[in-house]
């Protein structure tokens, strides 16, 4: 038996999960969050009965608490708690090592890298390029370092898988001297996604990932699509921040940085107005007052005109996205679905490759509609390039990496 609990942690919320490797089965799962607030909330999953990896067959029960918890390390002690409540004992599923999610690693961190003292703080000073994502992950950290004292500590980076970009994909064309300053370029998000759903491509369709190349496209809340050459990401949608690229719930993607000027000028907004605008009032919800794309769809179909053009640019920009990977890549073996929308969006998939058949791209309409777990082929058995649809796993990748660091 060798688990591994993986912690992806916020600045007022973490969620956890302790994974058993020999099956790759999920043990138990929680959340405990509002953590500061007046009241904190906390929930523990555990799963039973039997081993089989789909969730539908899976029985689980879930206990939830309300009580204050003032900081992360309370919050570690309520997750301690509920395993000894609630199982399952952590003296028979004893972790054998904590993997946690890091939102940015800069160009500094390529690979899942053991926690030290100095690789919290170059977690710590990289917040600069994250102040909404790397603090909370450092708190998280250093609470479960408290809890979890005798056994290493991995830090899984979100920006790791793109450090292989080419500089032609990551070199923002602005003055060379300040970039390199203010470490301005492009990083890549989602990287943990891309990694997972890339390789589960290769072996679904029992090939070397070397011999491939994909297009992935992660499709949720937020969304970002990755060029993976041979396993390598060679681009990505996403750039600095993760504001760059697709139309996604709540941020603008791409936009001319000349709206912004003139948004300043004319219509007085400053810098965290803006900042506000783009990340968290743009996109989906900007368009339409819906950032939930199931809301929008529903909103469309009744024949409302905003929702409707929101999808029109929604699919507009994908498909410029896949069109650009295709020519960069030159040859496409796999394109991949994955992701809230990417997994369960029909009409989002066959809207974003229609009319692609001159690129060897062929939904079968049928496949594209059929709903299962796993994961499946949407392209028909005559289209050059394969379409998946894969669900994203991104804790279990995130044990996988920790467990592979620490041997
Ligand atoms: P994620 O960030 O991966 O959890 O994805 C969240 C997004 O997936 C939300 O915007 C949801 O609207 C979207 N989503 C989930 N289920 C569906 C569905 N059946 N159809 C369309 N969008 C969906």
Known sequence: MTAVLVVNSGSSSFKYQLIEMSTETTLASGLVERIGELMGQSSHTVASGSTDTAASVRETATTERELPIPDHTAGFAVMLEAFRD????LDDHAPVAVGHRVVHGGARFH???VVTEAVERDIDELAGLAPLHNPGALQGITAAIEA???VPHVAVFDTAFHQTLP????TYAINADLAERFRVRRYGFHGTSHSFVSRAGADFLGRP???LNQIVLHLGNGGSVCAVRAGRSVETSMGMTPLEGLVMGTRSGDIDPGVLFHLHRKAGLDIDDLDALLNRGSGLLGLTGRGDLRDVVTAADSGDGPSQLALDVYVHRLKGYVGSYYAQLGHVDVITFTAGV???SALI???ALAGLEAL???IDAERNEARTRGPRRISTDDSAVTVLVIPTNEELEIARQTLSKVG
Do not use: C
């Not at 609630?86 to 004992?89: E, L």
């Not at 500089?167 to 990551?170: L, M, R, S, T, V």
């Open 86 to 89: 609630h199982g399952p004992s």
């Open 111 to 113: 690979e899942p890298t």
């Open 148 to 150: 979890f004292a005798s």
């Open 167 to 170: 500089p032609e994909a990551f």
């Open 209 to 211: 990932v070397e011999d």
């Open 342 to 344: 990417g997994e369960n």
């Open 349 to 351: 998939r066959g809207r």
């Open 360 to 362: 060897g791209i062929i």
